[in-house]
């Protein structure tokens, strides 16, 4: 009965000898050329910039449009199953999907009159 999970065993210890000895060789061979550009923090091609001191709104809409981002990947992974067990589910499952669907769509419905979804 264990004979069967041991090419998964085999190839999980190749896999991470592999990812392991590709970084350390990464850091030994590669090269170690550092200035004052790659020592700087880096924010998508904007130069970093202080916050003003004192009390100030943060704008939300970055989180709410990661959170959106987290909801439906939530909502992919529960999609799945779902999709491979919808023959022996019946009716049931699927008013529990649509169900579950419109609670997903409210939240997206709520970021987009909210304005997270508008970048300027």
């Not at 590709?22 to 790659?38: D, F, H, M």
């Not at 939300?60 to 022996?88: C, H, N, Q, R």
Request: hydrophobic share 55%.
């Amino acid at each position: 009965m264990l004979s069967n999970y041991v090419p998964i065993l085999v190839l999980l210890v190749i896999a991470s000898a592999f990812a392991i000895g590709s970084v350390i060789i990464g850091a030994l061979v590669g090269p170690k050329r550092y200035n004052r550009a790659k020592l700087d923090a880096y924010e998508c091609g904007i130069e970093p910039s202080r916050e003003p001191v004192g009390p100030h709104r943060f704008p939300v809409k970055f989180y709410l449009t990661a959170m959106l981002f987290i909801v439906f990947d939530i909502e992919i992974i529960f999609l799945y199953p779902w999709a491979v067990a919808f023959g022996s589910l019946g009716i049931f499952g699927l008013v529990e999907m649509v169900l579950f669907v419109a609670t997903v769509f409210v939240a997206y419905a709520y970021v987009w009159r909210r304005g997270g979804l508008e970048w300027d």
